[in-house]
DNA sequence: TCTTGACCTGGAGTTGACTCCAGGTTGTAC
DNA sequence: GTACAACCTGGAGTCAACTCCAGGTCAAGA
């Protein structure tokens, strides 16, 4: 598979992906007769892989550290594990945080929600409601 | 409050403080006579504020036009919610995706659990069990 | 009085992750 | 056989969001 179909299915733009492999995050892809790339299954699996901890916003050292251990076979699974799972822990701390920013923004889109309602309370009755921020 | 305390208490540097004022994400903060800043109680709630919505990870640019719309009254209300619903869904996308990923992670964490158990299969029955990514 | 530490400013530098470019080759369609 | 699009490389440029720095002020303690 040529590079710019690869780059269509993942999103992800051929620059990206030539630049991947330049940083040493995906191993050389093999060529054709006339030197373009050509993506295998594995090279695939290795692009969904990235495309999918890049989303959650893994930064690009440590997938290389990462997929450096795949290559050097079974004995780096430990490692590996390890790796995933201090990774694992803080996507859920991230999640967490984004729950909470979730919170706020819905408490503060009630309020707005509401806030044609105070305006005409505060004409009615003299009183003024705090500012929202 | 003096700009090192604000800096600890929300856990952002002093020079970034300085410089949300200076891109006016953050109108200008109070001196004292002698020149140095001095954060009151509507200083304090801006930065909580904003340190809470760039953890989510919305953009400097989208919290300058929000707290922009602020200091211009309740004209602007209904201005203000369709950014905050806006920010709220783009939130729940991301979300998604980072649940994703974390069940994802969990998968592969649970391959590499049971990676010393295949290994001896494959020695015992001479089959090769397929790479861990 | 002198030192120390926190503060100030405007401007320059850094980081991570791309993104673009010039200059060149190749395979296919007309 | 020539135009065209897609590919290649190495290197430079961009962007968001800080982060650091030089050079200077000021208040309080030894």
Same mark, same amino acid.
């Given at each position: 598979?040529?590079?710019?179909?690869?780059?269509?299915?993942?999103?992800?733009?051929?620059?990206?992906?030539?630049?991947?492999?330049?940083?040493?995050?995906?191993?050389?892809?093999?060529?054709?007769?006339?030197?373009?790339?050509?993506?295998?299954? +594995?090279?695939?699996?290795?692009?969904?892989? /990235?495309?999918?901890?890049?989303? $959650?916003? %893994?930064?690009? #050292?440590?997938?290389?550290?990462?997929?450096?251990?795949?290559?050097?076979?079974?004995?780096?699974?430990?490692?590996?594990?390890?790796?995933?799972?201090?990774?694992?822990?803080?996507?859920?701390?991230?999640?967490?945080?984004?729950?909470? +920013?979730?919170?706020?923004?819905?408490?503060? /889109?009630?309020?707005?929600?509401? $806030?044609? %309602?105070?305006? #005409?309370?505060?004409?009615?009755?003299?009183?003024?409601?705090?500012?929202?921020?």
């Amino acid at each position: 598979m040529k590079i710019k179909e690869v780059s269509e299915r993942y999103e992800i733009s051929s620059d990206t992906l030539r630049y991947y492999e330049r940083i040493g995050l995906i191993p050389p892809v093999n060529r054709n007769r006339s030197g373009i790339r050509d993506y295998d299954e +594995t090279d695939l699996k290795r692009v969904e892989f /990235i495309k999918c901890m890049r989303t $959650a916003g %893994l930064p690009l #050292e440590t997938l290389i550290e990462y997929m450096g251990l795949v290559q050097q076979g079974d004995q780096t699974i430990e490692a590996r594990k390890r790796i995933l799972k201090e990774q694992r822990r803080r996507l859920a701390v991230r999640m967490q945080e984004l729950q909470q +920013t979730l919170d706020i923004l819905d408490h503060k /889109i009630e309020g707005y929600e509401n $806030a044609i %309602l105070n305006k #005409e309370k505060e004409l009615r009755e003299g009183i003024e409601t705090k500012e929202l921020l």
